[in-house]
């Protein structure tokens, strides 16, 4: 996966070194001496991934560089690796804390820093597409603007449950008590009823089950695809280190455990877990907006199109017949001007609510504007649509629509057209003209009341 990476070092022998290494492997590679420097060109540039080294002279550290980093909207989502010959976990702990993603010690060992990277950067490519996709959701005008995301606020803590998968019942007892204080923490086989969890702590090094087989089947399975893993590793095991990462472990922290680090790396996958579920909960919003009508919470005419196109494609070609419903509110007009449009929207909703419990789950009611609305209908010949719009004529007059701000209840009543599929010649717009002209007869007739309008035959 090519990618590109900025490399922030004050020598250029190191600069130069990592340049070499990651140009090998087909990334783009962008450099910079100081930390100011490397704030301002990560902002014009995005790079996805930073390589960061924290003694810089001069200016600001990489801790304050990665903080400034992790606070400015426009490269907080990049991912940032630390570089430093400080191997203690003060030094590991503060980068964590500053928003890096991750630690190395140099001299670095290469197979760690493109396995790491490699997964950092494919983190970043789902982060960017969802984000992209909010981008054009906001573009449309279906998701707000002003909508407030601080979900990667490196300083910001989430608390939720994590879910620990070991049998090593010391180091369990030092995960509950480093954990316990931000998060709820359960223990698979002993908690039941635990909530759904904002991130597993795999054990690697386990002996009484395969830690390996957990992740694979964990990144495999719908409910845990998206789920952050850490992997718990021995520290000098390099090569199952790796092997956690490829399977799709997002972090790993060596034996035996700090409590400080495991609680430091938690909030940095938990904190990324919010941000990418808040993505995922707007896309699905903006989606939603898209196709739903807003005042009544039918489907709109943006979805109408899309349904109904491959519907009537199918019918042409031999399958399933599809038969449209029309329909009209009589004399809504009289009841906006007589109780004005507060009262309007109210009868529409409760409309919508009788459409919805009158059709079949298999139907798609939608709005076209205004009082008008369809009711598309799959797998559904024309006298069977015919005897179901007369139920749901029914269903809506049986009883008066009582609503906020209306004096009484008030007696609504729709007319109907009904259209079905008829021949290869038969188009969504045939179709629906078909129901239109049934409608209009039925109001000429004296409205509250169905019209089902076949095809005309060829002579």
């Keep these: 996966m090519s990618a590109r990476i900025l490399v922030v070092d004050d020598l250029e022998a190191n600069r130069r070194l990592l340049e070499a290494k990651l140009g090998a492997e ?33 200016g600001i550290d990489g801790y304050e560089a990665c903080r400034r980093l992790k606070a400015q909207p426009e490269t907080r989502h990049i ?23 991750e630690f190395l010690t140099k001299p670095i060992d290469d197979v760690q820093l493109m396995a790491r990277a490699k997964s950092l950067i494919s983190l970043k490519v ?29 300083h910001r803590v989430f608390s939720g449950t ?13 995960l509950k008590a480093a954990l316990g204080v931000e998060h709820r923490v359960s223990v698979l086989g002993q908690d039941e ?11 690697v090094t386990a002996k009484g089950f395969d830690g390996f087989r957990v992740i694979a089947r964990m990144r495999s399975g719908e409910p845990t695809r998206h789920l952050p893993i850490l992997a718990v590793v021995e520290p000098d095991d390099k090569a199952r280190a790796l092997r956690a990462l490829e399977l799709g472990a997002h972090d790993i922290i060596v034996r035996p455990i700090d409590e400080e680090e495991v609680v430091a790396r938690a909030r940095t996958l938990m904190r990324r877990k919010r941000h990418m579920d808040l ?6 919003q903006s989606l939603e907006l898209a196709i739903t009508d807003q005042l009544t ?15 009537m494609q199918r019918a042409q070609c031999g399958g399933d017949p599809v038969s449209l419903m029309v329909l009209d509110i009589d004399y809504f007009k009289k009841c906006n001007d007589t109780y004005g449009h507060d009262v309007g929207d109210a009868v529409l909703r409760e409309f919508a609510a009788r459409l919805a419990s009158n059709t079949r789950p298999s139907d798609f009611a939608c709005r076209l504007g ?90």
Excluded at 130 to 141: D, I, N, T, V, Y
Excluded at 193 to 203: F, G, K, Y
Aim: net charge negative; hydrophobic share 40%; proline share 5%.
């Design 26 to 58: 087909y990334y783009e590679v962008l450099t910079a001496q100081r930390g100011e420097e490397a704030v301002q060109l990560a902002k014009r540039e995005r790079p996805d991934l930073i390589l960061l080294d924290v003694m810089m002279p001069g």
């Design 79 to 101: 991912p940032v690796i630390i570089l430093t010959t400080l191997d203690d976990r003060d030094s590991k702990v503060r980068g964590l804390k500053a928003g890096a993603e």
């Design 126 to 154: 789902v982060t960017d597409e969802l984000r992209a996709r909010e981008a054009s959701g906001k573009r449309m005008g279906v998701i707000d603007d002003e909508q407030r995301n601080d979900a990667l606020d490196a």
């Design 162 to 174: 994590v879910l620990v998968i070991d049998d090593n019942a010391n180091q369990i007892n030092r």
């Design 193 to 203: 009823n635990a909530a759904p969890p904002d991130l597993a702590i795999v054990a």
């Design 279 to 284: 993505l995922r909960q707007r896309l699905d």
């Design 297 to 311: 919470g039918l489907y709109n005419r943006r979805f109408l199109d899309a349904q109904l196109a491959p519907l």
């Design 370 to 459: 205004g009082e008008e609305f369809v009711i598309i209908m799959p797998r559904t010949n024309g006298d069977i649509a015919c005897l179901a719009a007369e139920r749901l004529r029914r269903g809506i007059c049986a009883s008066p629509f009582t609503v906020p701000g209306a004096p009484m209840p008030l007696d609504i009543t729709a007319s109907i057209g009904v259209s079905c599929s008829s021949g290869a010649e038969d188009t969504p717009d045939t179709l629906l003209k078909r129901a239109d002209e049934g409608l209009y007869e039925a109001k000429r007739s004296g409205r509250n009341r169905v019209v089902g309008k076949a095809a005309a035959r060829a002579a």
